[in-house]
């Protein structure tokens, strides 16, 4: 992995001794300070992001779990299928639909078991369980292992680069709580597997083998190489076993794919002066086609945006995601530069959202207050029909992670102006996301100790919602074959957890 030491900040952003960055050309915009996310937030954190740290959030992972074995297909354990979305209307709504374990999502809900493991491990007193939690942490172990074994047989798949996605989030935790080497061995050989996609003459690694959609019929492995957005965040798992391997090879790829894709996915929009930041901003393409022969780009597309030219708010989400992780292991100025100036331009179409997408509810006392102008629409671009704001809830908490682990690599390289910036708008997203998008069907756990059982039961008799979220949107793109929207969806749960325990890593809750 590279280590050199050419961090540091976009041109002219490096906060001066006056703590004020540098002025911006005339040509360049000012735009900071519009909207509430330039409003530095001073309350304690846990007053109005509580709700990250209930038993409400045990008591759904757990739930799900239970539930999720006694509906599997046979064999029932291990599972045969994983949890992906919770409709909010229809017949099923309410309780999750299970995905084949195949599916990309299928290490999202495993991953929520091991991230509520590590609160329940580490920072006991944020689960709201008071003394229950030993009894808890004994549950969830037994049932983490039954979903996360399956997760082992996905580790040497070939057929797709979504192997950080599928295996990190309960084999990786396994390795760092447990010490399982059986968890860090299938995490290295998942490694492996992802780098025989990477192809030196595009310098990138293949996304999908296939893009099937309404007029679009792209199939061929010799032909077309098809690199999305959303491979950024696999990278992380090319470095990480790199360094438990010290093969050079799995970083190196990763730091050239990371390159290309700067050349090819980041579209330029504008030069900005923004709060401390002074560069470029990006928005994103979704999916790109390279000759595999030539490496030249035949073509640019979206799989799940509005069109090919418009900005996909979780891909934008996942690229902001994959530049910080990026940053954060190799030090590289380009990458710091990429991700924030992804995060800007996420920002500023939040910021510049037409008004409907601002809620507005009362108080007992009787005053008002608008909530959802931070959770994303779920493309910047598409047409917003009126009073009708199609979000993505996913979307805006991936943001939000990425915003918070580039605001503390910036920080520990002297950057306390634009990591503050950074700090500041993931916590209005995520306070904003639990104003608007918090399932309200909330569920608690009575256990019995003597057993290390638990029963899980309804708030309100009658009201269930499975996933913690709602207002995601998985795909809304009108030529696709597989479109659903308005749900909860796991990894937006898996996200929003993981945001709280990257608070709880920083003291800050």
Not at 158 to 166: G, K, L, P, R, V
Not at 300 to 318: E, F, I, L, P, V
Not at 355 to 375: I, L, P
Request: hydrophobic fraction near 35%; proline fraction near 4%.
């Amino acid at each position: 992995m590279d280590t050199s030491s050419d961090e540091g900040l976009a041109p002219n952003s490096r906060d001066s001794d006056n703590g004020h960055p540098l002025s911006s050309a005339d040509s360049e915009i000012s735009l900071s300070g519009s909207t509430g996310i330039g409003v530095k937030i001073r309350e304690p954190l846990n007053d109005y992001l509580g709700e990250l740290f209930t038993e409400n959030v045990t008591a759904k992972i757990l739930r799900t779990a239970l539930e999720g074995l006694t509906d599997n297909e046979a064999p029932k354990n291990p599972p045969m299928a994983y949890p992906e979305f919770v409709p909010q209307a229809g017949p099923k709504a309410g309780k999750y639909v299970l995905r084949e374990s195949s599916f990309w999502t299928c290490g999202f809900f495993p991953g929520c078991i091991y991230s509520v493991l590590e609160r329940l491990t580490k920072y006991p007193q944020a689960s709201g369980l008071g003394e229950n939690v030993s009894t808890a942490r004994h549950i969830l172990e037994e049932l983490g292992l039954t979903w996360s074994q399956p997760i082992h047989s996905m580790a040497a798949r070939t057929d797709t680069h979504d192997m950080a996605f599928m295996v990190q989030p309960s084999l990786r935790a396994r390795w760092e709580l447990f010490h399982d080497r059986e968890a860090l061995e299938s995490v290295k050989t998942a490694a492996k597997s992802l780098h025989s996609r990477y192809n030196t003459r595009v310098g990138a690694i293949r996304s999908w083998d296939a893009l099937t959609q309404r007029g679009i019929d792209i199939t061929s492995k010799t032909e077309d190489f098809l690199v999305i957005i959303d491979s950024m965040c696999n990278l992380d798992l090319l470095y990480y076993a790199a360094a438990h391997t010290g093969q050079a090879a799995l970083a190196d790829a990763a730091t050239t794919h990371a390159s290309t894709l700067i050349g090819t996915h980041l579209r330029p929009e504008r030069k900005a002066f923004r709060d401390g930041y002074d560069g470029m901003l990006y928005s994103t393409f979704h999916v790109v086609n390279f000759s595999p022969v030539t490496g030249e780009v035949k073509e640019k597309r979206t799989g799940q945006g509005y069109n090919a030219d418009s900005t996909w708010a979780r891909g934008q989400a996942w690229g902001i995601l994959g530049y910080a992780q990026t940053f954060r292991w190799t030090g590289k100025k380009q990458f710091m530069e990429a991700a924030c100036g992804l995060a800007e331009y996420f920002i500023l179409r939040m910021e510049t959202s037409p008004s409907c997408v601002d809620v507005e509810y009362g108080h007992a006392d009787g005053t008002t207050h608008k909530k959802g102008r931070y959770v994303p629409l779920w493309d910047f671009d598409a047409p917003v029909e009126e009073n009708h704001a199609l979000r993505d809830s996913s979307a805006g908490v991936i943001a939000a992670n990425g915003m918070l682990l580039l605001s503390q690599t910036l920080r520990a390289r002297g950057s306390h102006r634009l990591s503050g910036r950074y700090l500041d708008a993931a916590l209005a997203i995520i306070r904003d996301t639990i104003d608007l998008s918090l399932s309200q069907e909330k569920a608690r756990v009575s256990f019995r100790q003597e057993e290390a059982r638990c029963e899980i039961e309804d708030v309100q008799s009658g009201l269930t919602f499975d996933s913690l979220l709602k207002d995601a949107t998985a795909n809304a793109n009108a030529n696709d074959h597989d479109r659903y929207w308005n749900h909860g969806l796991i990894y937006a749960d898996y996200y929003l957890i993981e945001f709280g325990n990257q608070l709880l890593r920083m003291g800050l809750c």
